[in-house]
């Protein structure tokens, strides 16, 4: 079967354009996007996606979770579709093209079908994934995981924000309750185009990331309880502080990720002091540590030391310590046959390219578990990302979503 033409490219031009409209909705306060999951945001942005997807003559459809699938058909219709997506929703300070390239990358790998007239034997489908990144409601990769049967929906449903929003009732709220049932979808592959994340396509030349695994992760969520005093009279001997156990577990996260170098990772990102008041010592402080490998034995074990000693550091400060692990998945290995196809779309285009390992976890991570899944990478600038300044240039943008065509076009069988 003829794979398209050495020179077939995306149009950057419009790809650019897309993601820079899609950046307009839910702008944040330096240039970046705070469009978070199930916000009026999410919802504007998911209108203006799927405004595109009616205009690209494709078919909608959305999930009891909010997932939306905008289908291409193929000439057989009994083929299993190729799946091909990401995410719209961002981060609270996040840039413009976290998970946002990967659904509009798809989008113009799709228009660029429609641009050729060229026809497919599998359908394509393009899905936007609810609450991937997991900043409002834990955790992250959320819809995702439903649909793998990682969570049940109920679990989902009831998933509580820091204003004590709930889940179920914001995704009914901004209208984007789907009938689907979650998960019964079946995907003949599934791609995912985005940024890295990281600073190594960049600082070695290289324009694609061809993403053989994705490392592991766990969010364990700590929550310490001390005794609300005067921070002035209260003397210290007399203190039961919560907040220096906190810091103490901060330094412990610090020290077990540096003891397991290279390939780990640690470090908290949100902590909630109660009263919160500066001159009361806390009563009680949460906080999520994050830890991630790509090593299953050494994450599990960065785990146990964790809890282990936090345990002792708090009861040695009279502090009372609980844990609940509110996130985790293994490292993943994406499929071969996919991981392939990508390395030979960028040697086929002439585009520099490394194997790569996923720092961040992405709905492709639970997306493996059901069907033949890979990523494909390009750089950003300085490796910076969940910052509003999060920067990728047209050309970066361009050149992976060329090799997304090409690997998603031989994937889904030219007919003509
Ligand atoms: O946390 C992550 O790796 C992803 O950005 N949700
Ligand atoms: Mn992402
Ligand atoms: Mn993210």
Not at 123 to 145: C, D, H, K
Not at 321 to 327: F, K, L, P
Not at 366 to 385: E, F, H, R, Y
């Amino acid at each position: 079967m003829a794979a398209p033409g050495e020179n077939l490219r995306i149009n950057s031009d419009r790809l650019w354009d897309s993601l820079m409209e899609m950046a307009k909705i839910g702008p944040g306060i330096a240039g970046g996007n705070n469009r978070q999951t199930l916000t009026d945001e999410d919802g504007e942005g998911r209108h203006l996606f799927k405004k595109w997807c009616d205009e690209a003559g494709l078919t909608m459809g959305v999930d009891q979770i909010g997932n939306m699938f905008a289908r291409r058909e193929g000439t057989d219709p009994d083929a299993l579709p190729v799946y091909v997506g990401s995410h719209l929703d961002t981060q609270p300070t996040g840039g413009k093209y976290d998970g946002v390239l990967g659904v509009l990358g798809a989008l113009e790998v799709v228009r660029t079908l429609n641009d050729l007239d060229i026809r497919t034997k599998h359908p394509i489908v393009i899905t936007n994934w609810t609450n991937e990144e997991g900043a409002r409601f834990a955790p992250a990769m959320l819809a995702s995981g439903v649909f793998a049967g990682v969570h049940t929906l109920d679990y989902a449903y009831a998933r509580t924000d820091g204003e004590g929003k709930v889940f179920g009732e914001e995704l009914k709220r901004i209208g984007w309750l789907g009938d689907e049932p979650v998960g019964e979808r079946k995907m003949h592959a599934y791609f995912e185009y985005h940024i890295e994340q990281g600073p190594i396509l960049e600082a070695e030349d290289k324009l694609i990331g061809v993403v053989t695994h994705g490392q592991g992760l766990w969010w364990l969520e700590f929550t310490l309880t001390g005794k609300e005093a005067h921070t002035g009279s209260t003397p210290m001997n007399m203190r039961i502080n919560a907040g220096l156990a906190m810091s103490r577990i901060f330094e412990l996260v610090q020290k077990v990720a540096m003891d397991n170098q290279p390939g780990a990772v640690g470090g908290v990102g949100q902590v909630r002091f109660s009263p919160n008041s500066r001159n009361v010592l806390p009563g009680k402080v949460v906080f999520t540590v994050d830890i991630r490998s790509p090593d299953q034995a050494k994450l599990d074990r960065m785990r146990a030391t964790i809890e282990a000693e936090a345990a002792k550091i708090a009861s040695d400060l009279g502090v009372g310590c609980s844990v609940e692990a509110v996130g985790h998945f293994d490292p993943v290995t994406f499929d071969p046959t996919l991981v392939g196809r990508v390395r030979a779309a960028a040697e086929k285009l002439g585009y520099s390219h490394k194997n790569i390992i996923s720092g961040a976890g992405h709905d492709a991570c639970w997306a493996a578990k059901v069907a033949p899944a890979t990523m494909i990478m390009c750089p950003c600038v300085d490796g910076l990302s969940h910052n509003e300044a999060e920067e990728i240039s047209p050309e970066w943008a361009a050149a992976g979503c060329d090799v997304l065509f090409h690997a998603v076009v031989e994937t889904a069988v030219i007919v003509d």
